[in-house]
């Protein structure tokens, strides 16, 4: 069984625990960090020294941690094609476009927007950087909803690791008060991925807890 540790408002944790629900494995996850604390402590930082979440451990092996790495960790071991293509220039497909979505779209929207619309107080938020931000990642969205028009899923015709890296953050762009730009394919996608009963579970959570007013 893995374990978990992470609360499930973190994005990064929504990430993971879709994969694993996807996958269908057994798992206990721990509260750890935000509100909850816990990723301070000497032996949570022994798993990692960064003290951030998610970490996993499977069965007897070492601690993970990293989002990224956890994921493909997981589709390496318990995934299979097309999730997870064993042809390794399929792979690397699937892989290209995983990361563009965690390093491009998830840095361009998480701490600009999400966190200054959310977890800043009105009077503290800059309107300004606020849209300047969003047209930033609207501009990589059209590259998402571009696909998306040509394509059932980022990396192809088939749901892949590529979606849980840029769908469990569009729960959140869909549903926090900003302005957003017409993208048929990207929002015909995304009511696609509500469908999903593990994206409702694990991605579709209230974030009321990091509501700053």
Not at 32 to 41: L, P, Q, R, V
Not at 74 to 98: C, K
Not at 101 to 122: H, L, N, Q, Y
Not at 161 to 183: E, F
């Amino acid at each position: 069984m893995l374990q978990v540790w992470g609360r499930k408002t973190s994005s990064n944790v929504q990430a993971l625990m879709w994969c694993i629900g996807e996958l269908g494995l057994p798992y206990q996850r721990y509260d750890i960090g935000h509100k909850y604390g816990g990723n301070d402590t000497p032996e949570f930082l022994a798993m990692n020294p960064n003290g951030l979440v998610p970490v996993i451990k499977d069965l007897h092996g070492p601690a993970l941690f990293e989002t990224g790495a956890i994921l493909r960790y997981l589709s390496g071991s318990y995934a299979s094609a097309p999730f997870w293509p064993e042809d390794i220039a399929q792979r690397t497909q699937v892989d290209i476009w995983a990361e563009w979505a965690k390093t491009s779209v998830a840095a361009g929207f998480t701490a600009p927007i999400f966190w200054r619309v959310v977890r800043t107080a009105a009077r503290d938020r800059d309107p300004q950087a606020i849209a300047a931000a969003i047209q930033r990642l609207t501009a990589l969205l059209r590259i998402a909803d571009a696909r998306l028009a040509q394509h059932d899923y980022l990396a192809g015709n088939d749901f892949t690791l590529a979606d849980i890296q840029l769908g469990h953050l569009l729960y959140r762009y869909y549903d926090i008060a900003i302005d957003r730009a017409d993208l048929p394919a990207l929002q015909r996608y995304y009511q696609r991925l509500t469908e999903r009963p593990a994206y409702r579970e694990h991605v579709m959570v209230s974030y009321e807890e990091l509501r700053v007013v």
